[in-house]
């Protein structure tokens, strides 16, 4: 599985665009990059996810570099509300024939969006 | 949809005491995730199902742990003797399998305690 690497903490203006880079050198060629986000004390959530192409969702941007190697999640408009662990997965491929996907989540980063 | 429900919400018990978790998916989805939450070693897959059948136990941690889905409404997550290593948040998570996006709805959590 794919390992993925993330700054442990990053602060951003609300307001302001937050830009969270995420590393994962060992993708495969086949493996989807996801962004889920947990606020405080809830479940994690869907941010957003991509292959290759950059994608865009109304939470978030992602861009995924050409090798794909790395990612960047982008919060256009970071508000207060925003603040949350912020964690970068690859999906693991299910090599059974039940085809699911599992997630291996890493140690996120922790935004905090400043007022 | 009332979204993933887990229950009981909070749970505190005294080690060597059975522990029962329960979750109850959205309907129609047919996958089902346990991870379990520590700061330690942060969110961490347990095992998973995939139309009712466990298809990955893995990290379930040993042999005290045990999870069950009778069927597709409910599963339990057992632990029997709970020790005080065991206090976690237990998260329950569903998915529908052959989802575009794979994206799984966490449940709320159930924060054990055991003393």
């Known amino acids: 599985d794919a390992k993925t690497t993330q700054p442990p903490s990053m602060d951003c203006a609300e307001g302001r665009a937050a830009n969270l880079p995420c590393n994962h050198s060992?993708?495969?060629?086949?493996?989807?990059v996801y962004w889920y986000r947990q606020i405080h004390s809830q479940g994690p959530q869907y941010i957003i996810h991509?292959?290759?192409n950059n994608e865009t969702n109304e939470m978030a941007s992602l861009i995924i570099t050409e090798d794909r190697k790395s990612s960047t999640l982008i919060l256009p408009h970071a508000t207060l509300r925003d603040t949350a662990v912020y964690y970068c997965?690859?999906?693991?491929?299910?090599?059974?024939?039940?085809?699911?996907?599992?997630?291996?989540f890493g140690t996120g980063t922790r935004l905090k969006v400043l007022a | 949809d009332a979204g993933v429900i887990q229950s009981p919400r909070h749970e505190v018990t005294e080690m060597g005491q059975e522990v029962t978790l329960r979750c109850k998916p959205i309907?129609?989805?047919?996958?089902l995730f346990w991870y379990r939450q520590t700061m330690m070693r942060g969110l961490e897959l347990l095992i998973y199902?995939?139309?009712?059948?466990?298809?990955?136990d893995s990290g379930m941690p040993e042999d005290r742990f045990s999870a069950k889905m009778p069927n597709a409404s409910f599963s339990t997550l057992k632990i029997q003797p709970s020790e005080p290593r065991d206090s976690a948040v237990y998260f329950c998570?569903?998915?529908?399998?052959?989802?575009?996006?794979?994206?799984?709805?966490f449940g709320p959590g159930t924060r054990l305690t055991v003393t």
């Open positions: 998570a569903s998915s529908l399998r052959w989802d575009r996006t794979h994206e799984q709805y």
């Open positions: 199902f995939n139309n009712n059948v466990p298809i990955d």
């Open positions: 997965i690859v999906r693991a491929m299910d090599l059974s024939t039940s085809g699911t996907y599992k997630y291996i």
């Open positions: 060992t993708i495969s060629g086949n493996e989807y």
């Open positions: 991509g292959l290759k």
């Open positions: 309907s129609g989805h047919n996958s």
